[in-house]
């Protein structure tokens, strides 16, 4: 089986091609019409069944990966964190596209990661339905600070309030197309009442939590989870003479960091285990804001806890690790 590296970046992806002592490489347009000179360019070499690896980096792998899966080929997709260790491990110097490509398919090669399984059909089109929500709401905080603009004409403030009333409709039209959806299918209806037992996690952050683990069997702890979010603290000591503050590895999914912020400021105050938890961070000294995201990862952990098991939250029982 052929090897195929693939960096992605908005535009454009890289692919580089190992099929037995063979290599190829070249760039295509992050398109549908990209996608199908791919299986051109993949045909002409003779390699007919493909493993293909990309990174996790934003959502601009999702088609293309999609893609690749329904055209019968195996899809693995990393975290960008792994393939980074792996460029380490070989001292890599030069960092291109071409190059990143190349060493993601050596990094398939040599770590044969697990496959790609894509999300069901109802669950790309939560994923559309709450990231344009996400967009919507994005778009209308920023036309509310350009309202407060000293020296505003009056005409540009009331273009700019019919705007954020278009918006506000936008917005209700599709939280209810949201909850309408997840009500139309058992099974995210019940994981969204599994979320929504924690304290803290309402409707709006349980839809994207679903949209953004769209497959919970894949990750086989909560640790895991917490990785793919980018909530994986990050220790910098080496013996007695380097102790650098601990950070956050954020390389990882911003959407369910973003996500998670308000509610686990809110779980802080009400959710029993994770107030205990924020409070022992406290007596030991740690930053708010430390604490802050520190209780956000444990939120994480808690929801994987509840899909994972199937049983609504129970502040009685531990936490998932």
């Not at 293309?64 to 329904?70: D, N």
Request: charged share 20%; proline share 5%; net charge positive.
């Amino acid at each position: 089986m052929a090897i195929l590296g693939i960096d992605v970046s908005k535009a454009d992806f890289h692919a580089f091609l190992i099929d037995g002592n063979q290599t190829a490489k070249k760039s295509f347009s992050n398109t549908t019409a990209g996608f199908k000179q791919l299986q051109h360019w993949l045909r002409n070499r003779g390699a007919r069944e493909i493993f293909a690896c990309m990174e996790a980096t934003g959502s601009y792998w999702e088609a293309l990966a999609l893609h690749l899966h329904e055209a019968g080929h195996q899809v693995s997709v990393v975290n960008p964190s792994r393939t980074k260790a792996y460029a380490q491990s070989e001292l890599l110097r030069a960092k291109t596209d071409a190059v990143d490509a190349a060493m993601i398919a050596r990094f398939a090669q040599a770590q044969n990661p697990a496959l790609w399984r894509p999300p069901a059909p109802e669950t790309r089109l939560l994923q559309d339905l709450v990231r344009h929500l996400e967009h919507l709401k994005t778009n209308r905080a920023e036309q509310k600070v350009r309202l407060q603009t000293p020296g505003l004409q009056p005409v540009v403030k009331t273009s700019i309030r019919k705007l954020i009333a278009a918006l506000d409709g936008q917005i209700r039209e599709f939280e209810k197309a949201i909850d309408d959806h997840i009500d139309g299918h058992p099974g995210l209806k019940e994981q969204r009442a599994l979320l929504v037992s924690i304290d803290a996690i309402g409707d709006t952050t349980a839809a994207l939590i679903l949209a953004e683990i769209p497959n919970i069997s894949q990750f086989y702890s909560g640790r895991a989870v917490a990785a793919y979010a980018g909530l994986s603290p990050k220790t910098k000591q080496s013996g007695s003479s380097i102790r650098g503050r601990g950070a956050v590895c954020k390389t990882g999914n911003a959407r369910l960091r973003k996500a998670l912020y308000f509610p686990a400021l809110t779980a802080m105050r009400f959710n029993p285990i994770l107030k205990a938890f924020a409070d022992r961070l406290a007596l030991r000294g740690k930053p708010p804001m430390v604490i802050v995201v520190a209780v956000m990862r444990k939120l994480l952990v808690l929801a994987y806890g509840v899909l994972k098991s199937g049983r609504h939250f129970e502040p009685a029982l531990p936490a998932a690790a």
